[in-house]
Nanobody
């Protein structure tokens, strides 16, 4: 069983930055790929970015490339999402997730454990 807790969300003006954190407990974090997803009101949960178990491989959805950076610290069992140049369309609840495999994946069904989410609101 893996427990995930996100933090770092909040209200920010367009063009600003936020850093989300995901604290993991249970399981063997260093063996799992992780991802960040988001869900805006009235929309389906969508993929944002993913990173493999050792941090060597990352993948981003086109809309956040060059603005968001995913990273992880396996020693601390932490994952991070640095979000720069935020836009109003980035407003959503952001979720971290882990999958019981080393390799990246971009669909929610590939992930086994989820955090409770953290709200990110970007004002124009």
């Amino acid at each position: 069983q893996v427990h995930l807790v996100e933090s770092g969300g909040g209200l920010v003006q367009a063009g600003g930055s936020l850093r989300l954190s995901c604290a993991a407990s249970g399981g063997t974090f260093s063996s799992y790929a992780m991802g960040w997803f988001r869900q805006a009101p009235g929309k389906e949960r969508e993929f944002v970015t993913t990173i493999n178990n050792n941090g060597a491989t990352t993948y981003y959805t086109d809309s956040v490339k060059g603005r968001f950076t995913i990273s992880r610290d396996n020693a601390k069992k932490m994952g991070y999402l640095q979000m720069n140049s935020l836009k109003p369309e980035d407003t959503a609840v952001y979720y971290c997730a882990v999958r019981l495999a080393r390799f990246i994946a971009a669909t929610p069904n590939d992930y086994n454990y989820w955090g409770q989410g953290t709200q990110v609101t970007v004002s124009s």
